[in-house]
């Protein structure tokens, strides 16, 4: 079983340079990384000279931005019989495609697989679900970041490309969701997906402080969000729901004094409507 990894890159060269400690320290070498770079400089040229000696590394240039642009590039070349999507700023706990691995060989009926995140030292962000399940369009919410996405390479040869209107880079207001619509795509296609509790990968939480930055970044994320909601076809009953958590959470946080928080989930809840509306 291969894997091809496809890391969209951009503006990072010392996460990169974790990312491929942490890949170089894999037990399972069966992979194929495929970087592509949409730097206008040669920032990761060294990095890419001094790892291609240790594993498999094709680096590809890409004057387009976007993440789910590049992604799209890199799946065109993908030879692997998983695939999936680091980001250039998570890195792999020792053994995860070891665990991946036996995972999708004993279970032959699963067409994928997802898991959560830490940041290493045991804090996470987002609500994840509370046991391992078979995903659906109602729980993927909570199951599935991009880059703790494993799928068999039918799925993918079946769906096709990402949505380049979403995620970080589109050009469009929508600068996130773009690994929950790929899923959504997949399960409409009858495709058998699981989020496993076990699976635990890596990555900065972002969301620590509720400043201006904090609040810019979410605005982006959430109308993604809202977005790939409507685009899904999502009942008009399940978007007020949503939203009526959100509220709870600012009232809450308003009650506690908390009003950076406070703050923060109102914008949230802005930009999640403005998303479904368009």
Not at 210 to 219: E, I, L, S, T
Request: some cysteine.
């Amino acid at each position: 079983m291969k894997f091809s990894l496809v890391l969209a890159t951009l503006g990072r060269t010392d996460e990169v340079a974790r990312f491929l400690v942490s890949l170089h320290a894999q037990d399972y070498r069966n992979f194929e990384l495929i970087v592509v770079d949409q730097n206008d400089d040669d920032r990761l040229v060294p990095l890419m000279a001094m790892y291609g000696e240790k594993m498999q590394i094709r680096h590809l240039r890409s004057a387009a931005r976007g993440a789910s642009r590049a992604r799209n590039t890199g799946l065109s070349l993908a030879k692997g019989d998983v695939i999936a999507f680091p980001d250039d700023d998570c890195w792999y706990p020792d053994g995860l495609l070891t665990q991946v691995a036996a995972v999708l060989q004993q279970h032959q009926e699963l067409d994928g697989i997802t898991g959560r995140f830490t940041d290493g030292s045991g804090r996470t962000e987002g609500r994840w679900l509370s046991s391992s399940t078979l995903l659906n369009r109602y729980n993927v919410w909570r199951g599935a970041i991009e880059f703790s996405i494993f799928l068999r390479r039918q799925v993918v040869d079946t769906v096709g490309q990402f949505d380049e209107s979403l995620g970080v880079g589109a050009g469009t207001e929508w600068g996130a969701a773009e690994g929950t619509d790929y899923l959504l795509r997949s399960l409409q296609h009858g495709f058998k997906l699981k989020y496993l509790q076990e699976i635990t990968l890596h990555h900065p939480v972002k969301t620590a402080n509720f400043d201006d930055n904090a609040c810019h970044r979410q605005k982006k994320y959430e109308a993604g969000i809202g977005r790939v909601m409507r685009i899904n076809a999502y009942p008009f009953w399940y978007f007020p729901g949503t939203c009526l958590r959100t509220c709870c959470g600012a009232l809450l946080a308003m009650a506690g004094g908390n009003f950076l928080k406070a703050h923060f989930k109102y914008v949230s809840l802005l930009a999640r409507v403005q998303g479904w509306r368009k």
